[in-house]
């Protein structure tokens, strides 16, 4: 079982930027980035490989940047241009199980998630 620790959620203006980070407590092939917010369904949001890969949802593509750190098993999402609908609770999630191809945003391949760390933007 892999723990996950997220941690660089806050409050925000539209406009503002915000670093999420998430700590891995051992090697993953493909973490990723989802979020939910009140009322609606969790959406993932940004996904990347071990070798690099990655992957956005299209409402974020060109203002969010997921990058990692794999000597430290660590992930993070800089978050730019942030929106009001960019609000909602943001969890981690990490496949611990070797993952050949492109990174995906469909939760069923994540075997282990985080405990979410909320972003609120306010207009």
């Known amino acids: 079982q892999v723990q996950l620790v997220e941690s660089g959620g806050g409050s925000v203006q539209a406009g503002g930027s915000l670093r999420l980070s998430c700590a891995a407590s051992a090697v993953t092939y493909i973490m990723g980035w989802f979020r939910q917010a009140p009322g609606k369904e969790r959406e993932g949001v940004a996904a990347i490989t071990r070798g690099g890969s990655t992957r956005y949802a299209n409402s974020v593509n060109g203002r969010f940047t997921i990058s990692q750190d794999n000597a430290k098993n660590t992930v993070y999402l800089q978050m730019s241009s942030l929106k009001p609908e960019d609000t909602g609770m943001y969890y981690c999630?990490?496949?611990?199980?070797?993952?050949?191809?492109?990174?995906?945003?469909?939760?069923?391949?994540?075997?282990?998630w985080g405990q979410g760390t909320q972003v609120t933007v306010s207009s």
């Open positions: 999630a990490a496949r611990p199980i070797r993952w050949i191809g492109n990174p995906v945003l469909s939760e069923s391949i994540y075997n282990n």
